[in-house]
T-cell receptor
């Protein structure tokens, strides 16, 4: 199946700093990627839709100035958590689907566990 | 309103037995896709099985089968011959307007079921 790679798999940062998370589709081009957030023992909640060449679409309640998304190429989307706070500590995971596939299966990155201290 | 409902926060099953994980969904779309993912403690999302709304037969993938009852809007996952390695969180998810052209659609997830396989 298709491969989506996410980096880093875990990161610890200090409050007030920024953290960048990368999501790459390795063997297909993705005009759209999705970013999810997951708190412990909870479900995945969609944060934003990353669109290549245009602005991301954020879900209600997600601060676009805090969670900056850049989709500069057809294989790379980045999520930057700016001025991180301990409450931003969470598991962040991206997904993408190869174009033209009727079953539109979503392939996920490995996820990034962010801890803000 | 919840689009995907998983009513079993936790389930236990004896090794080698079969187990059914429940999932109901709500949508007004005619074309949609239903997915099951497994999430072990490492966090990765492992795709298990897919059912399209127009598929007439229930999907099967090895030990996984999906009991799709369209009129009841349910898409239960059946795992046969459970193994210790099946212990994980299981998520049911839906993609609406799955077959329409245009940009990809996001998945909406249920709250998950934590499955524990007992030796």
């Amino acid at each position: 199946g298709a491969v989506v790679s996410q980096h880093p798999s875990w990161v610890i940062c200090k409050s007030g700093t920024s953290v960048k998370i990368e999501c790459r589709s390795l063997d297909f081009q993705a005009t759209t990627m999705f970013w999810y957030r997951q708190f412990p023992k909870q479900s995945l909640m969609l944060m934003a839709t990353s669109n290549e060449g245009s602005k991301a679409t954020y879900e209600q309640g997600v601060e676009k100035d805090k969670f900056l998304i850049n989709h500069a190429s057809l294989t790379l989307s980045t999520l930057t958590v700016t001025s991180a706070h301990p409450e931003d500590s969470s598991f962040y995971i991206c997904s993408a689907s190869p174009p033209g596939e009727r079953n539109t299966e979503a392939f996920f990155g490995q996820g990034t566990r962010l801890t803000v201290v | 309103a919840q689009k995907i409902t998983q009513t079993q926060p936790g389930m236990f099953v004896q090794e080698k037995e079969a187990v059914t994980l429940d999932c109901t969904y709500d949508t007004s779309d005619q074309s949609y896709g239903l997915f099951w993912y497994k999430q072990p403690s490492s966090g990765e999302m492992i795709f298990l099985i897919y059912q399209g709304s127009y598929d007439e037969q229930n999907a099967t993938e090895g030990r996984y089968s999906l009991n799709f009852q369209k009129a009841r809007k349910s898409a239960n996952l059946v795992i046969s011959a459970s193994q210790l390695g099946d212990s994980a969180m299981y998520f049911c998810a839906m993609k609406e307007r799955a077959f329409s052209s245009g940009s990809a659609r996001q998945l909406t997830f249920g709250s998950g079921t934590q499955l524990t396989v007992l030796p």
